[in-house]
């Protein structure tokens, strides 16, 4: 398997890099946020710390669900819940807390990678005429492409990566504006509005009271 490992510590990141190694997986090591978000295309998982000295790591996590499917792997210290949740909702498909042993590790890995491969999802999502484009961040509409602004787009990719199924206000705050406890709820409105506007499609993105959205279905 081809291992980004995102690990500023150097002592850990070499231990990590020497055992992954031993049982047979490609690694390439970077300590930074930035250079995680320019690599992570060329591998099969990204294991993902983060304390990183440029970027939070929750940060780094976020900007990837918005242009990549890439299973994540989240090792880091820190362990309280709020920690935990934030970096399963903004789409971890683990979490370990250090220090962890080798065996789990490698066990946690191969369970994340059968299950991205049994249920690796299409990267563009058709709801009736409507075709969202995740990594070229694209949307056609009856052919003809939407002007999105940015986080217009980012709402739009949240739900499509979940098309027929009911989201969260404060998982979309979450995975749009990075945390929901400090995002103002207006501001979603208005983007959301926008969005449903611009696209012109009436009941194509579904209000579900005291919840959330949800997209086509």
Avoid: C, N
């Avoid at 250079?35 to 000295?53: K, T, Y």
Wanted: charged share 30%; hydrophobic share 45%; net charge neutral.
């Amino acid at each position: 398997m081809r291992v980004l490992l995102v690990e500023d510590d150097d002592g850990v990141a070499d231990a990590l890099v020497e055992a992954l190694r031993d049982h047979g997986h490609r690694v390439l090591r970077v300590s930074r946020g930035t250079d995680a978000l320019l690599s992570h295309r060329d591998h099969d998982l990204v294991l993902l710390d983060l304390g990183l000295p440029d970027v939070d790591g929750l940060d780094v996590l976020r900007k990837l669900r918005l242009v990549a499917s890439s299973p994540v792997l989240v090792l880091t210290a820190r362990g309280d819940e709020r920690s935990v949740v934030r970096g399963l909702r903004l789409g971890a498909d683990d979490y370990l807390v250090k220090p962890v042993r080798l065996g789990e590790l490698l066990a946690r890995m191969d369970a994340v990678a059968r299950r991205t491969a049994v249920t690796s999802t299409t990267e563009h999502v058709h709801v009736s005429d409507v075709e969202i484009d995740l990594p070229g961040r694209r949307v056609l509409v009856a052919g003809a492409e939407a002007k999105l602004t940015a986080k217009e787009f980012a709402i739009l990719a949240a739900l499509a990566s979940r098309a027929g199924t009911a989201v969260s206000r404060q998982q979309l705050m979450d995975e749009v504006w990075g945390d929901a406890y400090l995002a103002v709820s207006r501001s979603l409105d208005v983007h959301l509005a926008s969005l449903r506007v611009k696209l012109a499609r009436p009941g194509l993105i579904t209000t579900i009271r005291g919840f959330g959205y949800r997209l086509g279905g």
